[in-house]
């Protein structure tokens, strides 16, 4: 199991060391995956015969008080790993995206620059990767956090030498940095209240321990849910990955967008526990900001006619749907929380399929735009149909996790609903923009140039869209939920799942129907509303330049000039003291008790008689 860790690691180390070509650093991180996939397949056989495998490591330790509760005397951090069904499960699908998208990209990036770098931090990314999945010490897991992020952060703005690039790519490091930065804050908050970071040992004490209060855990579980969020790009926290969308390599783009989803919901689930003895009241309000998310993030896709950041909302939103699926059946039946987590491992390949097939057909008809795109279908079969494909599995997955346990009939069910109509409107829309109509672009005058990728290319999209579907069907059947998690689960009610897949199949109808009637019409209207979209949130930014960041620049300007004059003031100061007192030291110390005293005198010979009147 620490081999999974180590050979990530060890690729990253050759490819910043030795490895400057393009092919040798590909086939390098190639390597590196498909090792790693192996040894995820050699700790899944393992556990065929114990349900899970713990090793620890202690880092380091030592004493910060002598007296006191026993966890508050000494602070230490374990390389504490851990490795279940779920975990390998997890490992899996990161390490499947991980290889599509590098498999991807090593046919049709060839024109981005730094191919070593750009390989060397995808290595380290699924180091991170591999390092949240198994880590069971909080203070560990945000470690290989941090390291995801940042890995993160170096591929979406991968493409250095473009200022548009540069420039989106400052969202993808504030936003969130700032997320990350209160998770750290929830796992300080626990840490304070209860010594410990091992996530068994914070549940086993979590109403046990001194001092501590429903108020404290609830603050501490927001803190944390706020983080998750933050990496799961639900909205309005999905600026990230949909101002890169087009500006990011698309397979840095796809592969973030993917991993991220499976680690921020894993971690979400075993860290549901801690949410589940705050209060009832915290839970449901945790599922309605899922669900509000889930219903925001496709309907904020359907303004505009960027593809790819609509593809990106559709995943945002399938992504919400999942989380919302693990906060709320956790209220009533813990068990059956794992639903969400297990449609997660089908979005999370299908998202990255749909990714590369639609960058693919963007880069082959030269445009971003979908009322330009056109015959996709006919020119580039292949790409179109695994665009397909993907759409229909992630919204597919979006019924799955709500075949289990969450009630049509309820609140938060009738607005999952409508999330997931919007989902299968959405995503298909971009299929039929992309695939029916004629060719707007100029290169419909060259049709010979719009044509399919290479052949090598051409499979990854379907690998991925196909482990989307078996992830997909794994769901549908309680023994993989029982593997999953090893508890008992009952099956999903035929009736249940009829339900959620006629919400589907009718949004897939309603689309079909009105771009089949005017397809230009309806591409119309979605981009008046991009536009509008735009303008509204062009005021949003000019509104906060002026009253925020206006003010702050210029008081800094301001202090710019302030300090370095009282820094100057304060050392012509230091220096006068000083030499005076270096004045003093030499005159004899009989000589200067006379001149004090004398000078005392005076001032009290002026002060006294005022005082006295």
């Not at 560990?140 to 790519?169: N, P, Q, S």
């Not at 330049?545 to 300007?557: G, K, S, T």
């Amino acid at each position: 199991m620490p081999f999974v860790l180590l050979v990530p690691l060890v690729s990253f180390l050759l490819a910043v060391s030795s490895i400057r070509t393009r092919r040798s650093a590909s086939a390098m991180a190639m390597f590196g995956t498909v090792v790693t996939a192996a040894l995820t397949l050699l700790v899944a056989w393992g556990l065929t015969r114990k349900p899970t495998f713990s090793v620890t490591y202690h880092y380091f330790d030592m004493s910060v008080a002598f007296s006191g509760p026993l966890n508050f005397q000494s602070f230490g951090i374990s390389l504490a790993m851990q490795a279940d069904h779920l975990t390998v499960a997890a490992l899996i699908a990161v390490e499947l995206c991980v290889l599509a998208a590098l498999g991807w990209h090593r046919f049709l990036g060839r024109s981005e620059p730094g191919a070593a770098r750009f390989h060397a931090v995808v290595t380290l990314l699924l180091f991170g990767a591999a390092g949240v999945l198994l880590s069971t010490d909080l203070a560990e897991l945000f470690g290989f956090w941090a390291i995801a992020g940042a890995m993160t952060y170096l591929l979406l703005e991968h493409r250095w030498g473009i200022d548009v690039a540069a420039t989106r790519a400052r969202v993808a490091l504030a936003l969130p940095f700032l997320t990350d930065l209160t998770l750290l804050c929830g796992i300080a908050w626990f840490y304070s209240r209860y010594g410990t970071q091992s996530i068994s040992t914070l549940i086993s004490i979590l109403h046990t321990n001194p001092g501590w209060t429903v108020r404290s855990i609830v603050l501490g579980c927001v803190l944390l849910f706020i983080g998750l969020t933050g990496r799961l790009a639900l909205w309005p926290l999905s600026a990230w990955i949909t101002q890169t969308s087009t500006t990011a390599p698309p397979a840095a783009v796809a592969l973030v967008q993917a991993v991220w989803s499976v680690l921020a919901i894993v971690v979400l689930f075993r860290l549901m526990p801690l949410f589940g003895g705050s209060s009832q009241q915290l839970l449901q309000v945790l599922a309605v900001v899922c669900a509000a998310s889930a219903i925001a993030a496709p309907l904020w896709g359907l303004l505009g006619n960027e593809p790819r950041r609509t593809i990106s909302l559709v995943g945002a939103g399938a992504s919400a749907i999942c989380a919302a699926v693990v906060i709320d059946v956790y209220r009533g039946n813990p068990a059956a929380a794992i639903a969400g987590v297990a449609a997660m491992l089908a979005i999370a390949p299908a998202r990255a399929g749909a990714m590369l097939a639609l960058s693919s057909i963007a880069a082959a008809m030269r445009t971003d735009d979908l009322a330009d795109m056109g015959d996709a279908l006919g020119r580039m079969r292949a790409s179109s149909v695994a665009l397909l494909f993907s759409i229909v599995v992630i919204a597919l997955a979006g019924c799955t996790a709500l075949a289990y346990g969450v009630s049509s009939r309820s609140r938060v069910g009738l607005v999952l609903g409508e999330g997931v109509l919007l989902i299968a409107i959405c995503g298909l829309r971009v299929f039929l923009g992309a695939s029916l109509g004629p060719l707007r672009r100029r290169r419909a005058f060259e049709p010979d140039r719009v044509r399919e990728a290479p052949s090598e290319s051409i499979g990854y999209p379907y690998w991925l869209a196909l482990g989307g579907a078996a992830f997909l069907v794994g769901s549908l059947i309680t023994g993989w939920l029982t593997f999953l998690d090893g508890k008992q689960h009952p099956a999903a009610g035929f009736g249940a799942l009829a339900i959620w897949a006629a919400v589907v199949i009718a949004g897939f109808l309603a689309t079909t129907y009105v771009f089949v009637r005017g397809k230009d019409g309806a591409l119309a209207a979605s981009a008046a509303a991009g536009v509008l979209l735009g303008r509204a949130t062009g005021f949003a930014y000019a509104v906060f330049e002026r009253f925020f960041v206006a003010p702050m620049v210029d008081i800094a300007d301001r202090l710019d000039g302030w300090i370095p004059e009282g820094d100057s003031a304060l050392g012509r100061f230091t220096t006068t003291a000083g030499q005076l007192a270096l004045a003093a030291a030499r005159v004899p110390a009989v000589a200067l008790v006379v001149v004090f005293a004398v000078v005392l005198a005076v001032l009290f010979a002026l002060i006294g008689p005022g005082v006295i009147r």
